[in-house]
């Protein structure tokens, strides 16, 4: 009989699509598995979860969204990766993600205006395409030795 908390994410699907997420409630450690080999980038990773849990509340609650956002932008040529990126693609991602909480989150009567929230998410936009390209130019640069 197969063990139902043995969980293993078949090639090319999303970890969080995964069952029982409720036994990781901090994200599983799966994607963690290639940087074994190099502790100092395991360490910044590690670090960077830990503080973005003393995020105040309500970036706390966008960046599952602007995560999603920059998960969608993840691909070769993406503007994610471009030297410049422009002002209103990162405009219009900022939006997508508010859109996307808008829709899924419960804000109650004191819900922000989208005004209210654009820098906000801008900034958790900018932070998180940054970490990401620091990885991958990281991943690239290795790959040249």
Not at 122 to 137: D, I, P
Request: hydrophobic fraction near 30%.
């Amino acid at each position: 009989m197969k063990n139902p908390y043995y969980l293993q994410v078949p090639y090319g699907m999303n970890p969080e699509q995964r069952a029982f997420p409720w036994l990781y409630p901090y994200g599983n450690q799966m994607n963690y598995w290639n940087l074994w080999n190099h502790p100092e980038r395991m360490e910044d990773e590690l670090d960077t979860k830990r503080l973005q849990e003393l995020y105040p509340l309500m970036a706390r609650r966008m960046q599952p969204y602007v995560e999603e956002v920059c998960n969608r932008l993840e691909y070769p040529g993406s503007m994610m990766y471009d030297e410049y990126p422009d002002r209103l693609s990162l405009y219009r991602r900022s939006k997508e993600a508010w859109e996307e909480a808008k829709k899924n989150e419960d804000f109650g009567e004191k819900a922000p205006s989208w005004e209210d929230m654009q820098d906000l998410i801008g900034v958790l936009l900018l932070q998180e395409m940054l970490r990401r390209r620091k990885k991958n130019r990281n991943r690239f640069d290795r790959r040249m030795y």
